[in-house]
């Protein structure tokens, strides 16, 4: 199968990163990306609104949200798991989205003050959308650890909303391109990307 370069043309072989000629992302489609992303901030409200775990102690259903999670943890002293879990299910995401958001601007606007900083921006997202199936994880399990003593845990409509969001941002920075930018602006790619 082949894939046809956005910028000059040419023909690539589909498993091909980038274009064989101009080097540039191949399918990389910034408002595909931005529109990714919004789908999942969308999903990332019913994420917190709803419990994402389920637990049954002596015949009693408990549920927790994820920031009732936190909380529970914090007040039982956890301070640790707590803020691990803050930073995978509360600041990482919301970091991903304003980056995003962000950087689709940048690019749709050609916006090149702190092109560098943007770069690192881009890196940050790109390094971190490697584990964010991790988040879903550390949130499961570590939402469990609040019930230990439980006879039974399970996920609820949360985990999935979290989820959902979750590989609605990993397709979104699949797609992100800062190439672009890097481009009108004048700034060469870096060796690393
Ligand atoms: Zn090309």
Redesign the pocket.
Known sequence: MFKR??????T?LAFKNR??????K?NSNNLLAFSLAFCGFVFYIPANLFPIIETNKFFINYTNTIIDGILVLWEKGDYPIAVIVFIASVLIPVLKFIIIFYLVYSIKFRKCKNFRFKEKLYKFISVTGHWSLLDVFVVVVLSGLIHSESIFVRPREGALFFLIMVIFTVLSVMNLDLDELGEKCGYSRSKNR
Not at 5 to 10: E, H, K, L, M, V
Not at 19 to 24: H, I, K
């Open positions: 370069c956005n910028r000059c043309g040419a690539n274009c064989r000629r101009c080097n540039v191949l």
